[in-house]
């Protein structure tokens, strides 16, 4: 699996006034918001993944043809030289990016019921991304290839590549919404995985040619999985886990995590939940990795941020990016665990 190389800024302090430490040690955590440039830090962006290739961040939006219908689509890409200087010296200019053209093959307009790009991957100039529609019963989600042309900067899907990807639950609005690459096998993994909504949660398993190789037990993790890191060389990786309180049907009375490790101080005072929880891809499953989750210290209004991109940065910590809600943020976390 090619992975991004790894750069370390020459410092990057978080004061502890940062940090929570509940009495179990579970530790929240501020995000860092860095600047994007006004064209993609418009909510209507509505991104809903990330990833690398190479040195430089691929921000999917969920539509990449909502500013240009009629034509080619649009990506962006962030250096990563660029974020980490930002990160070691915080200002307030916008980070630069660079826009990658995007055609989809005519699959936004094709498939019935078509509900935007939710996730991403790379493996070389290969390309790999999911797909939500309102088509089946009542969802359908898909999995696509093509490739990336540096050349002519350039991403295009091959609609032939389409295979499906069966939902798990009979909710609305779900679907296989993160997927990453390991031991040259793709794994794509379903939004909604608690034991009561979907107690036979599986990932998906395929090779680089979109060939089926089965599917696999996935955690029963409460609330959403909204995206997934590229994962390391011993098969670990992270995911957004995402809850907001207007999904009551996502509610859970009794979250394992919470029970095991706790929540923090913020968690206690509302309802939303906004962490980072590790898994490693085995043989056969895809296991949680023991210990507590990484938290994200939630706003003080209570109002819940749609952490819908999620990579990690080398070995100090993980960028994210929401939808629109309740605005388009952009930013780091530092792994202090």
């Known amino acids: 699996m090619p992975t991004a190389s ?39 962006m509505e991104f809903s993944s990330m ?25 962006y890409a962030v250096n990563k030289p660029d974020i ?9 200019n916008p980070l630069p990016i660079r826009e990658i053209s995007f055609d989809d093959g005519g699959l936004s307009k094709s498939i019935p019921g078509f509900e935007g790009f939710e996730a991403i991957t790379f ?18 989600g898909y999995l696509v290839a093509g490739s990336f042309d540096e050349l002519s900067k350039q991403i295009s899907l091959n609609p032939q590549t389409l295979v499906e990807l069966l939902p798990q639950t009979s909710f609305l609005n779900a679907s296989d919404e993160a997927l990453t ?13 608690g034991i009561n909504q979907n107690p036979l949660a599986q990932a998906h398993v395929f090779d680089l040619n979109l060939k089926p190789e089965g599917i696999i037990p996935f955690p029963n993790i409460e609330y959403r999985v909204t995206d997934a890191t590229e994962t390391q060389e011993d098969g670990t990786f992270w995911v957004m886990n995402y809850f907001y309180p207007g999904d009551e049907h ?13 929540v923090g101080e913020t968690h206690k005072q509302f309802d939303g939940v906004e962490r980072i929880v590790e898994m490693k891809i085995e043989e056969d499953s895809v ?23 999620i990579v990690r940065l080398d070995d100090i910590g993980f960028l994210l990016v929401t939808d629109s809600f309740p605005r388009t943020i952009f930013g780091f976390v530092q792994d202090l665990r």
């Open 6 to 44: 790894l750069v370390t800024p020459t410092k990057t302090i978080i004061s502890s006034t940062q940090t929570d430490l509940n009495e179990k040690g579970v530790l929240e955590v501020d995000i860092i918001e860095i600047p994007l440039p006004e064209q993609i830090a418009n909510r209507f």
């Open 51 to 75: 990833a690398w290739h190479g040195d430089e961040l691929i921000l999917l939006p969920q539509y990449p043809n909502r500013l240009n219908p009629e034509g080619l689509g649009a990506l």
């Open 84 to 92: 980490l200087r930002y990160i070691d010296q915080p200002d307030e």
């Open 123 to 140: 493996a070389d100039q290969q390309v790999f991304m999911t797909i939500e529609t309102h088509t089946g019963d009542p969802m359908m």
């Open 181 to 193: 690459i390991y031991n040259s096998r793709i794994y794509t993994f379903f939004e909604d995985n």
């Open 250 to 262: 996502l509610a859970a009375d009794d979250d394992p995590l919470i029970r095991q490790y706790g």
């Open 287 to 309: 296991q949680l990795i023991e210990g507590a989750p990484l938290y994200l210290r939630l706003l003080l209004d209570g109002e819940s941020r749609n952490w819908e991109g």
